[in-house]
């Protein structure tokens, strides 16, 4: 979602690397495509001119002119100055000594709520929580069939009472269902409305005096940009939210709602949906995003996925194998299948520091049908073949190729290549590594981004 932004930015960075004494007017020029970059990318007006004055204001001062490295320090406030436009806020559910803690999601229709209610469940699973679903969406057609769908895929319990279709009934009597079995969460999934419908809302006043929540999060279509931001404000004003939730933030909308949702409706994001995987949600890190636009990675995030896709004896194995340069056409395959459970290729190399405009520039990203055909081709071979790849002829590469229903020049060229995707599986395979280690890696994570920023 931020590409466009983050590529513009570097831009501007890598101008003012090439001054060699910093001006008032270099000064200027940056700050304009900056403003220009923030408003292009659907930032709001009022926010991106606030920006820019404290980013002047502290540009322009005589330590930063007269510095032995005023683009870095330009760099910086701009980081900082990114920083502040989320606040203080780490993202994830409220602090609460209630039990059970009920989540609210509220929002407009098709925002994703109830995808949403599925993948917070999940999250919360992953805590060591037991939460429990309750749709009071009695109004959209199969709306309660769909959460219990959805809950079915996460493995979590749902509270439907049949023919009952009041939803503050169905509110409290989820709410005594968690009381009496023990469930420490309840996520209620309200219907979409409008602000204005002042009956729905009333509606929804009454469903939060029953449930007493404390978390109320408005579910926002990332896509729809400051139409999203300007909406949470108004439920914010008649209802009260906690935290915002920003759905289908893969998409190729320009990104500005999470850069002025803080500013405009005053409440922190809580967290990002960033795929259609029930894994797809993750608590907001401003300075994991802030590092992602400025080209510095997100070494962290990635840590955090390899740690979900790769147990710890897998990882200690391809370690050893990178190590010893044993690592075979084998070993990729399993590789490739581990790391697609780890997310879209594409945002994986986006979090590895420098990659990201690699990642852009890049003609021909790596698709599921072409890591499909990888596999395929792999597959193909015999383990002697994918253990010892230099003893692949001519006859043997018509054979591999007439197996995987590909050409003999796509053979060729993973053979080609293979030694170039040793190296990209060694960096990937070093987070791999990394993904047991607990304290120990993220202390090296957070060495490879001050490395990057110097």
Do not use: C
């Not at 090439?18 to 709001?44: F, K, Q």
């Not at 000594?97 to 994703?112: C, I, M």
């Not at 109320?216 to 139409?227: E, H, I, N, R």
């Not at 796509?410 to 590594?433: S, Y």
Request: net charge positive.
């Amino acid at each position: 979602m931020f590409d466009s932004l983050s590529t513009r930015l570097q831009d501007v960075f890598k101008n003012l690397r090439g001054e060699t004494r910093l001006t008032p007017e270099a000064i200027e020029v940056a700050l304009r495509e900056i403003r220009l970059a923030l408003l292009e990318a659907d930032v709001n007006f009022k926010v991106v001119k606030a920006f820019v004055d404290r980013v002047r204001d502290r540009a322009m001062g005589q330590d930063v002119l007269r510095n032995l490295n005023p683009s870095q320090q330009v760099v910086k406030i701009v980081r900082d100055e990114m920083l502040a436009l989320f606040g203080d806020s780490q993202g994830g559910l409220t602090n609460t000594g209630k039990r059970p803690r009920v989540v609210l999601l509220l929002g407009l229709q098709g925002a994703g709520k109830t995808t949403t209610a599925g993948k917070l469940a999940k999250w919360l699973t992953r805590q060591g929580k037991h939460p429990l679903l309750v749709s009071t969406d009695v109004k959209r057609p199969a709306a309660i069939q769909q959460l219990n769908v959805v809950a079915q895929k996460a493995g979590v319990r749902v509270y439907d009472p049949a023919g009952e279709l009041d939803p503050v009934a169905r509110a409290r009597g989820a709410m005594a269902e968690a009381a009496n079995k023990g469930f420490d969460t309840v996520i209620v999934d309200s219907a979409g409305r409008l602000h204005i419908d002042d009956d729905l809302m009333a509606e929804l006043a009454a469903i939060k005096a029953v449930a007493d929540p404390s978390d109320l999060l408005y579910v926002a279509d990332a896509m729809t940009g400051q139409d999203a931001i300007k909406s949470a404000g108004e439920f914010n004003a008649r209802v009260g939210v906690t935290g915002v939730v920003l759905t289908k933030m893969d998409g190729d909308a320009r990104g500005g709602a999470a850069l002025s949702v803080v500013s405009v409706v005053g409440v922190p994001i809580a967290f990002v949906g960033s795929g259609e995987r029930l894994e797809d949600l993750e608590p907001f890190h401003p300075e994991r995003v802030v590092s992602r636009v400025m080209g510095m990675g997100d070494v962290l995030s990635l840590i955090e996925r390899a740690e979900q896709a790769i147990d710890q004896d897998q990882a200690a194995r391809l370690e050893e194998k990178i190590r010893t340069n044993e690592f075979t056409l084998d070993d990729f395959r399993d590789q490739l299948k581990t790391i697609r459970r780890m997310g879209p290729l594409e945002q994986i190399l986006g979090m590895l520091p420098g990659m990201g405009n690699i990642k852009q520039l890049a003609e021909n990203k790596p698709d599921d049908k072409q890591l499909n055909r990888i596999e395929a081709i792999i597959g193909s071979m015999t383990p002697e073949e994918r253990h010892k790849q230099h003893i692949i002829n001519g006859s043997r590469r018509k054979r591999i190729a007439k197996g995987s229903g590909t050409s003999v020049e796509e053979v060729n060229r993973l053979l080609k290549q293979f030694v170039q995707m040793q190296k990209m599986m060694k960096t990937l395979g070093g987070m791999a590594g990394m993904a047991g280690g607990g304290k120990n890696a993220r202390r090296k994570a957070m060495e490879m981004m001050r490395n990057v920023k110097r």
